[in-house]
């Protein structure tokens, strides 16, 4: 069972900026693919970003291109996601999660359901 824990959430104006982290308690996370979800009241969860073990691949949701950028360091364990220009309708829960069947796998998933691990998610909140 690897456990994620996600911070850096927050309230901030629009335009602002905040840096998510998700740090794993086990070494194995660094060879998985990680993913950020997120989930407005209301809706349902949708995909953000993810990326590779070896950070080569990188998927990003068309709404984040150009502001939200993912990254991971494999040292300390964690996977960031640094968002640049927010937006009020970028406010929502952030959750990282890992796909345990991507060990050291260059492909991605968007779907939820293909991953296996979460953390208890963050919330981001931007103010207009």
């Known amino acids: 069972q690897v456990q994620l824990a996600e911070s850096g959430g927050g309230l901030v104006q629009a335009g602002g900026s905040l840096r998510l982290s998700c740090t794993a308690s086990?070494?194995?996370?660094?060879?998985?693919?990680v993913a950020w979800f997120r989930q407005a009241p209301g809706k349902e969860r949708e995909f953000v970003s993810a990326i590779t073990w070896s950070g080569n691949a990188i998927h990003n949701s068309e709404f984040v291109l150009g502001r939200f950028t993912i990254s991971r360091d494999s040292v300390k364990n964690t996977v960031y996601l640094q968002m640049n220009n927010l937006r009020p309708e970028d406010t929502a829960v952030y959750f990282c999660?890992?796909?345990?069947?991507?060990?050291?796998?260059?492909?991605?998933?968007?779907?939820?359901?293909?991953?296996?691990?979460w953390g208890q998610g963050t919330q981001v909140t931007v103010s207009s």
């Open positions: 999660a890992t796909d345990a069947e991507s060990s050291n796998k260059e492909s991605i998933t968007t779907f939820e359901e293909e991953y296996d691990y």
């Open positions: 086990d070494r194995i996370f660094s060879t998985y693919v």
